[in-house]
């Protein structure tokens, strides 16, 4: 009986140690239809650029699996600090303001905000939108800029959606006018539409990362796997992967960045 409290001492300590590498679940969160960061291909199983590169994480952090939610973009935030996921991907903009309620591991894509539209539409850019209807991403930096902009670009209204596909699908059917969005998705959502088009790139300097809770221990063990898989040359693969080419070599999908922290 001692012998068998002791060796189940033992084995409690070295759960302890190894941490989650004994078939622990890393649980995430994910506006999945976000392409091509986490969507779903044609046998129901969710893939993308960050969806690859959060199971690489996740795997040299010793996890056993991830499972992903379909979370709306909007309630990732609450997610994440609620606990009710443990990290939360969905090209999530980096900001001061994210930054006081929740952390972010170090930046691994620099990105803008684009303006589409339908290619009949008569718009060429921003100053074309006086009398229109923008769609934009609940809660998305697209929301933001678009809302701090509203009276300046002369909006008839802004029209909000829970993912690309369904302001995609009423811009292609004339509900909206245009639809304000990081450019890589909708680049790539549209590189086989030739009836729409990106007639803007509206540069806003963002760059995307994981999400967890303030504080999160998860976050500096994510950062440092991110360092690695930099140095290895493993996200500028996923680049080519997802996108088709190679990144520049000054982005911070191929530079070592600080892990972020509020300004105040």
Request: hydrophobic share 40%.
């Amino acid at each position: 009986m001692i012998r068998t409290n002791i060796f189940a001492a033992a084995t409690t300590a070295l759960l302890l140690v190894c941490g989650p590498s004994l078939a622990e679940t890393l649980t995430a969160g994910a506006n999945i239809g976000n392409v091509p960061w986490e969507f779903q291909n044609e046998d129901s199983e969710i893939v993308g650029f960050e969806v690859d590169l959060l199971k690489e994480v996740a795997d040299r952090l010793g996890y056993d699996e991830v499972d992903i939610q379909n979370v709306p973009f909007n309630g990732l935030f609450s997610a994440v600090q609620s606990g009710r996921i443990d990290v939360a991907i969905s090209s999530i903009t980096i900001t001061d303001e994210r930054l006081q309620s929740v952390s972010f591991a170090q930046p691994y894509y620099d990105s803008d905000q684009s303006l589409s539209t339908r290619a009949d539409s008569g718009i060429t850019g921003a100053g074309d939108l006086k009398g229109k209807t923008v769609g934009v991403d609940t809660g998305s930096t697209g929301d933001m800029y678009s809302t701090e902009r509203e009276s300046e670009w002369g909006l008839a209204g802004i029209s909000r959606y829970e993912g690309l596909n369904p302001a995609m699908l009423d811009l292609a059917a004339g509900r909206i006018d245009a639809y304000v969005s990081d450019i890589p998705a909708v680049a790539y959502y549209l590189k086989d539409k030739p009836d729409m088009k990106v007639v803007e790139r509206l540069t806003t300097g963002e760059q995307y990362s994981m999400m967890f809770a303030k504080d999160s221990e998860l976050v500096a063990k994510a950062d440092a796997v991110l360092t690695t898989l930099k140095e290895e040359g493993y996200i500028a693969d996923l680049h080519e992967k997802w996108f088709g080419t190679q990144p520049e070599a000054t982005t911070s999908t191929v530079e070592v960045r600080e892990m972020p922290k509020p300004k105040s």
